[in-house]
């Protein structure tokens, strides 16, 4: 692994092409990603996760985001639906001890399910703090609108994941909640004061500091860098990410193929390793795309090295649970999931 390079890449399909098995082996990524292209039984992914693996030649991080509502890549009928982060958190207001357990579960479920496939990442928790008005990128996927709700929440999610041997990925650092644009298409540029963000965006990422990996925004905040997205920003991750948040785990872009970020591929490679990301995360397998990143991002070293090798050497041993108890605990808990 001290061979890979800063770069956590997306496939194409089901299977790796002869090209891209090739070309991982050559570029030597750090981790993958799936989504729901990459998705069609069982078996196929496990495979597919295996696959990958032996490209680069060591047992790799594999990534997905499976949150539960919208924006879970495997679904039914291979794995239940999950309730969306909203639907937790208004189980939270009701009985926050319930709330809890809750999170807890169904990060303890994630586990069990993803395990299986190989998969040893879940980008969870969200815990970015939605206020009025902002966009439905984040929506529903929050637990709620205030930080106290997803700190407690967000810290349930992750031990959860933790307990059944899988790493989460905190997102979106340093909060995505007062976005009024959706990062996929357009820049979202926040104008609030940084004592607003100290006192509602930024307390849940503070609280859960010592997880060993977290993902950024690509967000404007005028307050700190009126000119570059956290994403690409120093001023944003050595300032506030890294000196007043304390967050010293491995830090990873969004998606650098989200329009938010300008330029071609590359300079969005670039931009994100010169502004103090650790890896760039690019997700949609677009052969054309993944050459131009390569081409910009250095080999792991220094301190982003440092920061991967604890994150592979930080995955937990699953605790020994009863898996039918607890989908019957929570299956309880929402019945009309």
């Keep these: ?89 208004d189980l939270y207001r009701q009985d926050k001890e319930k709330g809890r357990r ?81 990062s996929h298409h357009e820049l979202p540029v926040v104008t609030v004061s940084r004592q607003e963000l100290e006192a509602h965006d930024f307390p849940p990422f503070v609280a859960m500091k010592d997880e060993l990996m977290a993902m950024t925004c690509h967000v404007v905040f005028t307050a700190i860098d009126p000119e570059n997205p956290a994403t690409t920003s120093r001023k944003v991750i050595d300032g506030v990410i890294r000196d007043q948040i304390g967050f010293d785990g491995l830090l990873l872009s969004d998606d650098s193929s989200m329009n938010a970020l300008a330029g071609t591929l590359g300079e969005r490679a670039a931009n994100i390793i010169a502004g103090g990301c650790d890896i760039v995360l690019h997700c949609n397998g677009h052969m054309d795309e993944m050459q131009q990143v390569v081409a910009n991002v250095p080999m792991l070293q220094g301190r982003s090295l440092e920061r991967a090798v604890r994150v592979v050497n930080g995955f937990p041993k699953a605790d020994a649970a009863d898996e039918a108890a607890m989908r019957s605990e929570f299956h309880a808990m929402f019945a009309t999931v």
């Design 102 to 182: 809750a999170a807890w579960l169904m990060s303890r479920l994630h586990a069990f399910d993803l395990s299986g496939l190989g998969i040893n990442v879940d980008c969870l928790p969200v815990l970015d703090v939605p206020v009025e008005g902002s966009s439905n990128v984040i929506g529903n996927r929050a637990y709620g609108g205030d930080p106290v709700t997803v700190t407690e929440m967000g810290r349930a999610a992750a031990e959860g994941l933790k307990a059944g041997g899988l790493l989460p990925v905190m997102k979106h650092m340093p909060g995505h909640g007062r976005g009024f644009a959706d």
């Design 1 to 89: 692994m001290t061979e890979s390079k800063a770069m956590i890449l997306g496939c194409s399909g089901l299977s790796l092409t002869a090209e891209e098995k090739a070309f991982y082996e050559a570029e030597r990524p750090w981790g993958f990603i799936l989504f729901g292209r990459n998705i069609s039984e069982p078996a196929q992914i496990a495979d597919l996760v295996a696959e990958m693996r032996e490209s680069v030649g060591w047992h790799a991080p594999v990534l997905i985001d499976q949150e539960g509502g919208r924006v879970q890549r495997i679904r039914p009928p291979i794995f239940q639906h999950y309730p969306s982060g909203q639907q937790l958190g």
